[in-house]
């Protein structure tokens, strides 16, 4: 498409969305160039993003932590909510995966010694890593008698975060089982686990994000976060999912896709097509704005798929573990060419998942395409050389129907004294002991 016919499609004052289209032909033409290239396949990087809580339930700001570990080798970085912290790893071969879950211990270890360092003046603080943020204060008002006006509270004083919160004080509010929430509220109190798989080339990663869109529903059920949100435990078997879909009145979820891609240039022209929501001043600032389950990025020299819709775990063997069970699944779903299912099966199943978890009623029995899709994965590291180290956690919380979000519910209700606050101390305390000495819950 040339540059006068992009404009032919556009208001002359929206510059911006110009700019947008004519890099997504620029991004469209490299996809083809690179269609015959080959690069190593599935390596992997993983993002986890935290929060910070005081032995009261208060949130703690971050940023002394974030500054603590700054050119370090475990280094943060700032998220949206003043309390959140994010960790990213480098690019890691498909056959070290226990030199990752070695990093994820030495990470765990390095931020707990940080924590004590920087917050020594307080009582108690605690990492939070289960998704949602237990704290009853994550979601209150903070009223500026000055201006007379409700704030932006505990969202990060960084111009985009501030850019996305102006963008959702015009959402209605979210409501869940009868409770109501800002929706600029929702993303400083809810925290993901980013998986990012690398392509071989564009047609590669392409046929990743296809399959990956076929265990996006066993992913939520077998790796639910907290269901302790807010200080009230939800019945919603993955609050979370819910929250962040209303919030962005339904501009995030599972990709709006008519079909299933055939290339990369497929997913740049899905992108570019959703304009009602966009306040990104570039295609790489788009790709970021999308929350999808599933998004390609872009936005390096390599062709990557990152899901979205895997949880934040409270111990490195259990990231480890669904690391496994996606890149299994891959290889093997890839060089078989196996089936894909409707999308609109997927996207009715998912939904369900969100709100029922094992418990799901769908045309097909979701505790049957969990155990097939985990035999499935084993067979794809067979095929790699790879040994299954930590996949077994997945088949006991298929069996047992157990998974952090159940377990935090169930300690919750037994430790539940009538104090929100000294059992929200006593839960995330627990939590984090198994995250330190990395015992996984199944």
Known sequence: MNQRRLRQRLPSSDTSYYFILKQAEELKNRAHRDSIRYDETFRVGVEIEGCLLDNKGVPVNAAPLIEELKGTTHELDFEYGMCQFEYKTQPTPMYSLLDLNNLFEEFIEHLDRAVQKVYKHKEMVFPVLLGGNPSPEILKDHYDNNRNNTTYGLITDKPRYKKLARWQTKIPDVEIEGLKFKALQIPSAIQGFHLNLQGQNPIHTAQMFNHILNLIPSAIVLGANSRLFAGKIFSMHEPRIYLYDQSEQQNSGFPAITKYLDGVEDYIAYLTSRRDKV????????????????????????????????????????????????????????????????????????????????????????????????????????????????????????????????????????????????????????????????????
């Open 279 to 442: 306040i990104a001043k570039d295609y790489f600032e788009l790709e970021k704005e999308r929350h999808d389950d599933l998004r390609i990025r872009l936005n390096s020299d390599f062709y990557r798929v990152e899901t979205r819709i895997m949880s934040v775990q409270p111990t490195p063997k259990a990231l480890i573990a669904l690391v496994e069970f996606f890149i299994g699944y891959l290889y093997r779903a890839i060089h078989e060419e196996r089936q894909l299912r409707p999308l609109s099966s997927l996207r009715e199943e998912r939904l369900s998942v969100v709100r029922s978890g094992f418990d799901t009623k769908t045309h097909f029995n979701i505790i049957d395409t969990i155990r097939n899709q985990l035999d499935f994965a084993r067979k794809g590291l067979s095929d790699l050389s790879i040994k299954p180290e930590f996949l077994g956690i997945l088949d006991k919380r298929l069996e047992s129907k157990n998974t952090p979000g159940e377990y935090v519910a169930k300690l919750w209700q037994k430790k539940f004294n009538g104090s929100t606050e000294q059992t929200l101390f006593e839960v995330i305390s627990d939590i984090w002991e198994k995250t330190k000495n990395n015992q996984p819950i199944t």
